[in-house]
């Protein structure tokens, strides 16, 4: 991020870089980030208060700008997140204040769709079960009896739920495999759809869906949109794939669909406690594949894009074009 923005410096840009937390442990910092997420943002320590006050634009990826740090910082108008979301920032208290708030949507959106497909493929062809059960010395063949056997991703029917950058991202990459492709976002115009994706409602997709793939924001209206009803309209041989928020997902209700075989299996990349316990019920099933939060990372979508991206929105706004 330094590296990248003090280019910005030759337009008088000063940057002072600042680390919020920096003593916590990588598990204490996702643990309080995901809280954040949830839950809104937290006030900063006031050691870093007293130095982000006197800012003019706040450029962060990770640490909270409160209502109560927005408002103690006089000078503050512009506030740019390298994240895609806005999850960490007090938008009311910005917008009361008349601060500028930009954001880098979909700069982890082809992480997040290369990541996806990975999933679905680990999962509905057992690579990741049976690489496990190979590193412990078990040449399992349950695999190749008829009653197991996976199918071809061709001319099987594919749900995006949510079709924002990454839904989009993963709709692309599924027509290379020849798949059908369904979306349901309550918030899409039908019209900027690409001509090989039908859009359909959210019962519709879960009946008709051979893979359903989730990559919306959470919302009030999102969370826990998938639960012990959707569910159960789902294929018994179909597949759940979760990249996106943890909390869209009644996650005791998966369970129970999993271990009764309701839904043939799920890759899940989130988790409603993250980390997720070494003894959690979901690390006992085979029928499904667990990654710790990864979706989004990658070299691109975490050092380059976003920051690259308010990193031009600053230097508009440090030239004096509308924002």
Not at 30 to 40: D, H, L, M, P, Y
Not at 55 to 81: C, E, F, G, Q, W
Not at 188 to 207: A, F, G, H, I, W
Not at 252 to 273: C, N, P, Y
Request: aromatic residues 4%; charged residues 25%.
């Amino acid at each position: 991020m330094a590296r990248i923005l003090s280019q910005l410096e030759i337009r008088g840009v000063k940057f002072l870089q600042l680390d919020w937390n920096p003593e916590l442990t990588p598990a204490e910092f996702a643990k309080v980030t995901r809280q954040i997420e949830s839950n809104g943002p937290i006030d900063l320590p006031a050691q870093l208060l007293e130095t982000v006050r006197e800012a003019d634009i706040i450029v962060t990826n990770h640490a909270p700008l409160s209502r109560h740090t927005i408002r103690s910082s006089p000078n503050l108008k512009l506030i740019a997140s390298t994240r895609s979301g806005t999850d960490n920032i007090d938008l009311a208290a910005a917008r009361e204040r008349g601060i500028t708030v930009v954001n880098s949507p979909g700069r982890n959106a082809s992480a997040v769709a290369d990541y996806t497909i990975g999933l679905i493929i680990a999962l509905s062809r057992h690579i990741a079960s049976a690489h496990c059960k190979m590193i412990n010395g078990i040449w399992d063949e349950k695999w190749s009896r008829p009653e197991n056997l996976s199918f071809d991703l061709a001319q099987k029917t594919i749900g995006i739920i949510g079709y924002g950058n990454a839904g989009r991202e993963v709709a692309i990459r599924s027509r290379s495999f020849g798949m059908k492709i369904l979306a349901s976002d309550p918030y899409l115009d039908p019209e900027s759809l690409d001509e090989y994706v039908k859009m359909t409602d959210l019962n519709t997709l879960l009946r008709e869906s051979d893979i359903v793939t989730i990559h919306a924001r959470l919302t009030p209206e999102t969370r826990n949109v998938i639960g012990e009803r959707e569910l159960r309209l789902m294929k018994a041989s179909a597949y759940l794939i979760n990249t996106a928020r943890a909390e869209i997902v009644d996650e005791s209700a998966l369970l129970r669909s999993l271990e009764q075989d309701r839904i043939r299996g799920a890759a899940l990349d989130v988790f409603h406690d993250e980390p997720l316990a070494p003894t959690h019920d979901f690390t006992k099933l085979e029928n499904v594949v667990l990654t710790p939060h990864l979706a989004g990372l990658t070299v691109e979508a975490e050092l380059e894009k976003g920051i690259k991206m308010v990193g031009d929105e600053i230097l508009r706004f440090v030239q004096g074009h509308r924002m």
